[in-house]
């Protein structure tokens, strides 16, 4: 469902538009100067009054550590997890606003766990209409080969959530392809924990292209141990 905090969502319209002025603008931002400390501050107190920390500190924190920073017991609250995705994509901005390029490994590092949060948010069935553009819009802008394992095996679980299975076969054999002549294993476990919810038009595809894998619905997401796959990660107010 979508947000139902009114104060994340007041503050996430913030960010919008305050992405939107640093992608609109021509010129750069003076490093230093008092636009930019403004926009670091109001960042900040951001992190610091729905996170519990600081800018700073989530700038060296990676994926797996946010995550356990936005939840608990192995829940992941879906509206902190957009919330974050939002932040962490409007300070990439900034630094691009400020001169870096976009390649450049601050930006990149943003953006790339700007996605993982988006797309746990979608996994998490949050509802915001806007996810699977703001998905595409930093997929877009991911320099080619940075994604992750886990970040391709996310995608699959946000594409079936969302039931747009053609996306999901898609983002399946995309990781696929990146994996060849490594290690699959990962690639056929979550085909065969997700395939069950796709179309039956869908499932021979990855049949022919993965190698066998079990078919239990509990093999899939890899990238969490213990985690089931289609049963949904258990959120709160259910039962494991």
């Known amino acids: 469902m979508p947000i139902r905090d009114e104060l994340i969502e007041r503050v996430i319209k913030q960010l919008e538009e305050a992405f939107s002025r640093l992608a609109a603008r021509t010129g750069e931002?003076?490093?230093?100067g008092a636009?930019?400390?403004?926009?670091r501050a109001e960042l900040d107190d951001v992190y610091r009054r729905f996170l519990g920390t600081s800018a700073d500190l989530v700038a060296r924190l990676p994926t797996e550590d946010l995550l356990a920073v936005i939840g608990s017991a192995g829940y992941v609250d879906g509206e902190r997890a957009y919330l974050l995705s939002a932040l962490l994509e409007t300070e990439a901005e900034l630094e691009r606003a400020l001169g870096a390029t976009p390649d450049d490994p601050l930006v990149v590092s943003l953006?790339?766990?700007?996605?993982?949060?988006?797309?746990?948010?979608g996994i998490e069935e949050l509802g915001e209409p806007d996810?699977?553009?703001?998905?595409?819009?930093?997929?877009d802008r991911a320099p080619p080969g940075s994604l992750t394992p886990a970040t391709r095996e996310r995608l699959v679980w946000f594409w079936t959530a969302l039931k747009r299975y053609a996306r999901a076969e898609d983002a399946l054999f995309e990781w696929l392809d990146e994996a060849e002549g490594g290690?699959?294993?990962?690639?056929?476990r979550a085909a065969?924990?997700?395939?069950?919810?796709?179309?039956a038009s869908t499932t021979p595809r990855w049949r022919r292209a993965a190698s066998p894998a079990p078919s239990s619905r509990r093999a899939g997401r890899?990238?969490?141990?213990?985690?089931?796959?289609?049963?949904?990660?258990?959120r709160a107010g259910r039962g494991a």
């Not at 996810?131 to 997929?139: G, K, N």
């Not at 065969?192 to 796709?198: K, L, R, V």
């Open 222 to 234: 890899t990238w969490r141990r213990g985690w089931g796959p289609a049963s949904r990660r258990p």
């Open 35 to 39: 636009e930019a400390a403004l926009l």
């Open 183 to 188: 290690d699959t294993a990962a690639v056929a």
């Open 192 to 199: 065969a924990a997700s395939t069950p919810t796709w179309s």
């Open 29 to 32: 931002i003076e490093e230093g």
């Open 111 to 121: 953006r790339a766990r700007a996605i993982d949060m988006a797309l746990e948010a």
């Open 131 to 139: 996810l699977p553009e703001r998905v595409d819009r930093l997929l």
